[in-house]
């Protein structure tokens, strides 16, 4: 595949062919990364991002949904789009070899400063700015088996009832530098929502009616989340496999044999010895926190050839998929926020 010059699309209107068109076939419609502008009764504007990696198309289709139901009719509110890493959905991956991750591009990052794609996530960035913002949404997939839930770098109000109108679930998280909610948390209500494995109609529902709840919200409510509605976790560090580890999922040949069935394990809180499979390293994962530090010893343990967790912690994004791992990670690591904490950051 040839790849052109990197730049932004800017569109005023839906181009030709776009509803009905597929992840895969969207180089066909447009030729890279596209930012689209539709009026809208209110504003300011929301803005959703989709295909920032290019295998994981449930906020496209539920951006189609909900544009398609509209069809003919003014929009609640303005709407802003940003289709992501189109050359990479073209092959049906994450992102291409020697692409940089799309969602570690914005403004903040550090270890893709200078590259064309944080120039482009730049001027969309600036761009939105300048238009104003009601709230910002990053559309996800996940490779494993997890429920839908959002994952919030704020913990004031109007962020939580964001989050809470996909789910109840929601991940406090100060996120990885070059986000885009870690971008556009300082400006508006953002939130990143995870909807499943893609390609499952029940996922791409559940994306579009979040999105159409968005745009029908006139204002965010000003008063505190209640404890009942929320089950609020904090991440503890994002678990990678040491470049150097040799792995597999169910096979004993790997100098890493991870548990074939290891993304079971999403969302339940583990205890201290749990076991994530067998390993003939000493330390085969890197553990980072949000302070970049490597904390894998005090959370896992490889006594006796077996992985296993050394605290009791709940993982999330566990995959079965080598490569999301090797581009990716393996899983993050949460705890329980105690709610305190959110009556904390509600009055700060």
Known sequence: MTIAPLQLT????LPEGFLDT??????????????????????PELFV??????????GLVAIQQVLKAHAGREL??????LIGNVTAAQEGVRRLDGQ???NRVW??????????????????HDIM????????????NNTGLNPHYGVVNRLDPATLHLAMLMSRTVVWFKGPPGSQ????????????????KPGVPANEAAAARFIEACLHLSEFPTHEVREQDLDLYHTLALVKVAPEVNFGFGDPHRAVNFDPQLDHKNFVELQAGASFGQTRHAQPLQALDEANEDVAASMFDTADGELRLKRPAMPAMLTLDARVVRQDCLCYLMERVPFERVRQAAKA
């Open 107 to 124: 403004p903040g990052t550090v270890q893709h400063e200078g590259t064309p794609e944080c120039a482009v996530m730049t001027e969309v």
């Open 100 to 102: 940089p991750d799309y």
């Open 22 to 43: 597929s992840a895969r076939d969207l180089h066909r419609v447009l030729p890279g990364p596209t930012l689209i502008h539709l009026p809208g009764r209110r504003t």
């Open 181 to 196: 909610t870690g971008a556009f948390s300082p400006l508006c209500p953002s939130v990143t929502v995870e909807c499943g």
């Open 10 to 13: 800017r569109l005023y209107a």
């Open 129 to 140: 700015v300048q238009r104003g913002l009601f709230a910002s949404i990053d559309i996800h």
């Open 76 to 81: 609640p509110r303005a709407l802003s789009i």
């Open 49 to 58: 991002s989709v295909l920032l990696h290019g295998n994981e198309d449930v």
